[in-house]
């Protein structure tokens, strides 16, 4: 074996497949009982609907050369991602465009008259000195947008003070003033054809790599363990970069999710694939109806039944999964701890959400694990 690679996630697997093309063994190991991490998908058993286990996940990029490679693994549909939302009792297109804020005030304002609205309304903040999320997300909707759709969706997503929270996290959401209401800006977008396993099975699929499931990196009964690898050979570790190191700088904080999944006995549910709530009396954050991603499955799929799921959010225990980075500023202090550790850590090569601590999307764990596989490891 000339690489361990630790965890079968986008970025584990790019790693494996790069280097076993360019002739290296690899093992790749996870502590779940299948490959994928968070991206995983299955079959509905009852609808036979593709139900993504770990919550949905849009593909989508404008690196060209992520784009590239992810289509020798796969063919991607034309779906192209649009998200309602539920306030009040009504229904608004998100992100916010032209059609949100014409809804939302009752008006007929023109793309100048409602950048105009927008800035009086932002008051004294401004997009670019904006120092966290509240001060973002103000400037860049103004308060009465920003308290109906962002401000309870947001202590329900994340139970921390908006004022704790990165601006950046707003920034991943466009404000369009044009009635285009895609939620994403990206050059390309889709769905895998035959699902997000298939296409994580493909990049496995090589002579030179071996995966094992239900293996996990810290178990020292097992072979591969830390104590047995550190040391001996190359590891890209992709698992929680605090449980690496036991946690000895403190526990980064993150959350996880709670998802309440349904077959209903009718066609079609909600009409859309997501529909957001950001209302505080209803305690769920969005709800999934998993068939709206296929339109194109729509034969194959029942016609009478539909598979929704509810998301809740919460602080995430040591024993749950960890989702998404909270990221506050004692987190950062951690983080910078724990990246001095692991400059010490000989050849052992930190990757991926966990491994970094960061909110990565799925192109950007690819290309990353692209580019240190081109850079360091080959
Ligand atoms: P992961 O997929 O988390 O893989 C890490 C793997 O390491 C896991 O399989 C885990 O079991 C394994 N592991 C951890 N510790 C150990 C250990 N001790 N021993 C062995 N194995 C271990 N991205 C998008 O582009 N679009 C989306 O719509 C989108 N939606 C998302 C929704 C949710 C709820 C979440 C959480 C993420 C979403 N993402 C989305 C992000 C996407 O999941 C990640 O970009 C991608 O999964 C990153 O891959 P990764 O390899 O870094 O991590
Ligand atoms: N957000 C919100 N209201 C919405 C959608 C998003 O307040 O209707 C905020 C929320 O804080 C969320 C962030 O914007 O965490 C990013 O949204 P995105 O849909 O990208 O989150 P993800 O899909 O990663 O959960």
Redesign the pocket.
């Known amino acids: 074996m000339d690489l361990l690679i630790?965890?079968?996630?986008?970025?584990?697997?790019t790693i494996a497949e790069r280097a076993a093309n360019a002739g290296r063994k690899v093992t790749v190991?996870?502590?779940?009982h299948h490959?994928?991490?968070?991206?995983?998908s299955e079959a509905e058993p009852e609808t036979g609907i593709e139900v993504?286990r770990?919550?949905?996940?849009?593909?989508?990029?404008s690196n060209p050369t992520v784009w590239e490679y992810v289509n020798r693994f796969t063919t991607f549909t034309n779906y192209v991602?649009r998200v309602y939302t539920t306030h009040k009792g009504t229904v608004f297109p998100m992100p916010v465009n032209l059609g949100t804020i014409n809804q939302f005030f009752q008006s007929a304002y023109t793309p100048d008259q409602a950048r105009a609205l927008v800035r009086e309304q932002a008051g004294e903040f401004d997009v670019k000195s904006a120092a966290n999320f509240e001060e973002k997300g103000i400037a860049l909707v103004g308060r009465p947008l920003f308290e109906a759709f962002f401000r309870d969706y947001t202590a329900k997503q994340w139970q921390t003070d908006p004022q704790k929270l990165s601006g950046d996290i707003i920034s991943r959401l466009p404000v369009r003033y044009t009635y285009d209401n895609r939620y994403f800006n990206d050059t390309w977008e889709g769905l895998p054809t035959d699902g997000y396993t298939a296409w994580l099975e493909r990049m496995a699929d090589h002579p030179n790599i071996e995966v094992k499931l239900n293996?996990?990196?810290?178990?020292e009964s097992q072979p591969l363990s830390r104590k047995a690898t550190v040391g001996q050979l190359p590891v890209v570790y992709?698992?929680?970069v605090d449980?690496y190191f036991d946690y000895t700088e403190g526990a980064l904080s993150w959350r996880t999710?709670d998802f309440e999944q349904e077959v209903l006995n009718i066609g079609d549910f909600q009409g859309t694939s997501v529909m957001n709530y950001p209302d505080m009396d209803v305690p769920y954050t969005r709800i999934h109806e998993f068939k709206h991603f296929h339109p194109e499955r729509k034969d194959v799929y029942e016609s009478d039944k539909t598979v929704i799921m509810r998301?809740f959010s919460r602080f995430a225990n040591r024993e749950d999964?960890p989702?998404?980075p909270v990221n506050t500023p004692t987190d950062r202090e951690g983080l910078l701890a724990y990246r001095e550790l692991a400059k010490g850590e000989k050849d052992v090569h930190f990757?991926?959400?966990?491994?970094t601590y960061q909110?990565?999307?799925?192109?950007?764990?690819i290309g990353s694990?692209l580019s240190l596989w081109n850079n360091t490891l080959s």
């Open positions: 630790v965890g079968s996630g986008f970025f584990g697997l190991i996870d502590r779940r490959i994928g991490g968070n991206a995983y993504h770990y919550g949905a996940h849009l593909f989508h990029t991602h293996v996990d990196y810290f178990d992709t698992g929680p449980r999710l998301e999964e989702y998404y990757g991926g959400r966990l491994g909110y990565l999307d799925m192109h950007m764990a694990a």
